[in-house]
């Protein structure tokens, strides 16, 4: 077998390594493409056309992968941290006036500062719609 056989499997093989590593699979389509040059190589001593067969295996793999790999790649599949706490219901513990930069209440036993579009009374529960800042926009349980 020729060096260059060699070459391009070492190749494939540090291309395999990266893939490890990434959920993409494009290193996945320099690797077919790097043992596509191998086998070209046994063929041919040509570089250019090697290099050719690795290059035209791997571009056309590229955007044929993609579809696969939108598939096996998830997103995060349950919020953390301060993203976890839209949509929890909570209490208001300080009357939230709207657009004072008033009121304060508790979820999950944490108390926030809060606003609203509209008045809500001590007491009432509210639904978390959104986070700004250090500041929980609220509506009153029960509206949207």
């Known amino acids: 077998?020729?060096?260059?056989?060699w070459l391009w499997l070492a190749a494939a093989v540090i291309f395999l390594i990266a893939e490890?590593?990434?959920p993409t699979l494009v290193f996945?389509?320099?690797?077919?493409?790097a043992v596509g040059a191998a086998?070209?190589?046994?063929?041919?001593?040509?570089?250019?056309?090697q290099l050719g067969i690795f290059a035209g295996i791997s571009i056309v793999l590229i955007p044929l992968t993609r579809p696969l790999a939108k598939k096996i790649t998830k997103p995060s599949p349950q919020p953390t941290n301060v993203d976890a706490m839209l949509g929890?219901?909570?209490i208001v513990i300080e009357k939230i006036?709207?657009?004072?930069?008033?009121?304060?209440?508790?979820?999950?036993?944490?108390?926030?500062?809060?606003?609203a579009d509209i008045s809500i009374e001590e007491g009432d529960k509210i639904k978390v719609e959104k986070i700004?800042?250090?500041?929980?926009?609220?509506s009153?349980?029960?509206q949207s």
């Open 1 to 5: 077998m020729p060096t260059i056989f």
């Open 20 to 22: 490890i590593g990434s």
């Open 28 to 33: 996945a389509c320099f690797v077919v493409g």
């Open 39 to 49: 086998v070209a190589s046994t063929l041919t001593s040509s570089y250019l056309h």
């Open 88 to 90: 929890r219901s909570g």
């Open 97 to 115: 006036e709207p657009h004072a930069d008033r009121g304060q209440v508790r979820v999950d036993g944490q108390i926030w500062r809060a606003d």
């Open 132 to 138: 700004l800042g250090t500041k929980l926009i609220v």
């Open 140 to 142: 009153k349980l029960g």
